[in-house]
């Protein structure tokens, strides 16, 4: 598995081919390995939204409240200060997300970076943060893999933002449940107390960005937040790549995972991140 990875990894150098997306012939070898159009079907999440959590409007009298913010965050609902996610997570980025893993397509890690740090660049002073801290897998998962793909879109990012990346400051002690997670209940009962910050680290008045694939309920970026706040934090914002409809995420089900490969990681077997 690993020599495959690598191969795959050296032969995409080597020979540039098709998009690996769609399989289309690229017009220009030396970029990322995603041709034009299956770039523009990223659909970039703008405003208006929930200046909290990120969540898009639909509505415009929400957008044009006073202070825009969701039935959720009204509550605050959520332990961590602001969310935001490049784009929604749609076939043409899901396979986009998954190509992250293989090192060849570190010009994709770049690629999303720029467009992370553009959408955080326009709110410079709230999005100000001392340490890029990934979210973390559980030691089996992370040893199953090989790699934490939160880990791979963080360090791009990390670079360009000239932010030093702890990728040990937060640990997962609790296995992910091996099943597809049914219910919103569910997803957040999974992650409730499966984070800890490692022993000896120093978390104290940190501004910490928390970056992670996919958002769907936001009860992963959560429970982070939750442990690191405990722990001394000044304040967590959540950055992921990919946010899953709001509709779609109360219906992540097993019967929607047969219907459509959006939920249901290939090499992973089971699950989506949550
Ligand atoms: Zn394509
Ligand atoms: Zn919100």
Known sequence: MLLKNALDALASVLFPGPCRVCGEALTNASRIPLCESCLA??????????????????????????????????VNY?????????????????????????????????????????????EAVEWRADVVVPVPLDRARRRERGYNQAELIARPPAKRLNLPIEPRMLVRTKARPPQL??????????VRGAYA?????????????????????????????????????????????????????????VAGAQKSRVHVKPDGGGGHPI
């Open 41 to 74: 079907g990223f659909e970039e999440i703008v405003p208006p939204m929930c200046t909290c959590c990120g969540r898009p409007f639909h509505s415009q009298v929400a957008a044009e409240a006073a202070q825009p913010l969701c039935r959720l965050c009204r």
């Open 78 to 122: 959520y332990s961590f200060d602001r969310a935001r996610s490049f784009a929604v997570y749609n076939d043409a980025l899901f396979e986009a997300v998954l190509l992250l893993k293989y090192e060849a397509v570190g010009r994709l890690g770049n690629w999303f970076a720029a467009r992370l740090a553009t959408m955080l660049s326009r």
């Open 181 to 190: 997670l049914v219910s919103r209940g569910e997803r957040w009962k999974s």
């Open 197 to 253: 910050t490692n022993e000896g680290v120093d978390v104290d008045n940190l501004r910490i960005l928390l970056v992670d694939d996919v958002l769907t309920t936001g009860a992963t970026l959560d429970a982070c937040s939750r442990v690191l706040k405990k722990a001394g934090a000044a304040a967590v914002f959540g950055v992921t790549v990919a946010r899953v409809r709001s509709w779609q995420a109360g219906l992540v089900s």
